[in-house]
């Protein structure tokens, strides 16, 4: 997957700040901190999550859907795959 490896780097520093969010959540628990701060951390992870989904997305459709060098074959299975995937992350 090429395109994933040509934005490595961004994607690690998302998933990063993602795993940074969570430890805060963490952190608020254990410290029983306020309520409205815990879940204006935890409102901040699904936002961050729902941004590196969107980013996934993004490239898949359009290195395995929209491609113009791909087949028939190649362009539906990347279709079902991103399908797949929504499904599952809507859940």
Excluded: W
Excluded at 4 to 30: F, P, S, T, Y
């Amino acid at each position: 997957m090429s395109h994933i490896h040509e934005h490595k780097d961004d994607l690690l520093n998302r998933v990063r700040r993602i795993a940074g969010q969570v430890q805060a959540v963490e952190k608020a628990l254990e410290t029983d901190a306020d309520c409205a701060k815990t879940l204006h951390l935890v409102a901040a992870i699904r936002g961050a999550v729902n941004g590196l989904m969107d980013q996934f997305i993004d490239a898949h459709a359009r290195e395995h859907v929209a491609h113009p060098d791909l087949s028939n074959e190649e362009r539906a299975q990347g279709v079902e795959e991103l399908l797949q995937a929504i499904r599952r992350y809507s859940k």
